[in-house]
C-alpha cells in the first residue's frame, strides 16, 4: 500500500471513528454498565507498570494513561524518563483486564471517554495508598485516547456527575492531584471537554499542528474557553509534526509520525513543568 493511499484510509478511518466516537458519547454511557470502584481497581491493578526513581520515596507520582493503540513502548520510555526526573509513574493498561484490542478502541466501537474516566479516578484513588507515591502530588499524563479520558474527567464534578462505569465515586476524588500533561488530545464532537473543568489546577497541552486524527482546532477552542475561565492551562504547539510525534513503535500499516526533536524539546516542557508543580 503506498504512502498516498494509506494517509487517505487513515483520514477517512479516523474521521468515521470520531463521528462514531461524539455519538455514541452523546448517550451518556446508555450502553455501559456501572460498576462498584473495587471492580474497576482489579481490572486494572494487576497489569500496571510501575516506575521508581532511586531512593526511598515517597516520590511524586504521574499516572500514564495511553492512547487508542494500548501500553506501548513509548509510553514505558516516558516512565524511564520520569524516573530520571525523580518522579515515578504508574503506566495504566486499560485493555489487558478487558481483553481489548486497540483496533475495537480506535474505531470508537469500546471504551470511550466517559467510560474510560472511571479508569482515571479510580487509578488516582489508588495510587495515594501506594507506598512509594506522595498522595499530595500526582499528576495526570494521557496521550490521545487518553487525554480524552483525563479531560472528561476533569469536565464532570464527581459525584453530582460521575465516568459511566463506575456506580459510586471514591471520597475527595481529586484529592492530592497536582495538574495534568495532555499529548495530542481528542477535543471535538462528543467529548466533555468544552464544559468547564471542576478540577483548577495546572494543565499543559501539547498539541501537534498538523495533527490528522484529532482536529488541533478543537482543542485549541477548548483551552481558550478554558484560560478565559480563569484555569491556569498552558498549550504549545510544535510545528511540522503529527499526531504521535513522541511513539516511536508503530501498529499494522500506520505510517510512522515518530519526530526525535520533538521529543526531545517535549521531555524538556514537561521535566520543566514537573518541577514547577514541586515548588
Not at 531512593?55 to 516512565?79: M, Q, S
Not at 489508588?126 to 506522595?134: K, Q
Request: net charge negative; hydrophobic share 45%.
Amino acid at each position: 500500500m503506498n504512502r498516498g493511499l494509506r494517509l487517505l484510509l487513515w483520514g477517512l478511518a479516523s474521521l468515521v471513528g470520531a463521528v462514531v466516537l461524539g455519538g455514541y458519547a452523546l448517550l451518556a454511557g446508555w450502553h455501559v454498565e456501572d460498576v462498584a470502584p473495587a471492580e474497576i481497581s482489579a481490572l486494572l491493578r494487576g497489569h500496571d507498570r510501575i516506575f521508581k526513581p532511586d531512593g526511598e520515596g515517597p516520590f511524586p507520582t504521574a499516572l500514564l494513561f495511553h492512547g487508542c493503540g494500548g501500553l506501548r513502548d513509548h509510553n514505558v520510555a516516558w516512565g524511564d524518563f520520569l524516573a530520571e526526573q525523580g518522579w515515578a509513574s504508574v503506566a495504566v493498561d486499560s485493555y489487558a483486564g478487558r481483553g481489548l484490542t486497540w483496533q475495537t478502541v480506535c474505531a470508537g466501537r469500546a471504551l470511550l471517554g466517559p467510560e474510560r474516566a472511571g479508569d482515571v479516578l479510580v487509578s488516582i484513588d489508588d495510587a495515594r495508598r501506594m507506598d512509594f507515591v506522595d498522595p499530595r502530588r500526582i499528576v495526570l499524563m494521557g496521550w490521545s485516547h487518553g487525554s480524552y479520558a483525563v479531560m472528561d474527567l476533569l469536565a464532570m464534578d464527581p459525584p453530582q456527575s460521575r465516568p459511566t462505569n463506575l456506580s459510586q465515586v471514591p471520597a475527595d476524588p481529586f484529592a492530592g492531584v497536582a495538574g495534568a500533561v495532555l499529548f495530542y488530545p481528542y477535543c471535538s464532537f462528543g467529548a466533555r471537554s468544552p464544559g468547564h473543568w471542576s478540577l483548577p489546577k495546572p494543565a499543559l497541552f501539547l498539541l501537534s499542528e498538523n495533527d490528522s486524527i484529532t482536529p488541533i482546532e478543537d482543542c485549541l477552542e477548548v483551552i481558550d474557553a478554558l484560560a478565559a475561565r480563569g484555569l491556569p492551562v498552558a498549550k504549545h504547539v510544535y510545528p511540522g509534526v503529527d499526531h504521535g510525534f513522541d511513539a516511536f513503535d508503530t501498529r499494522g500499516d500506520y505510517e510512522s509520525t515518530y519526530d526525535e526533536a520533538t521529543t526531545q524539546q517535549a521531555r524538556k516542557r514537561v521535566a520543566g513543568f514537573l518541577a514547577s508543580l514541586a515548588r
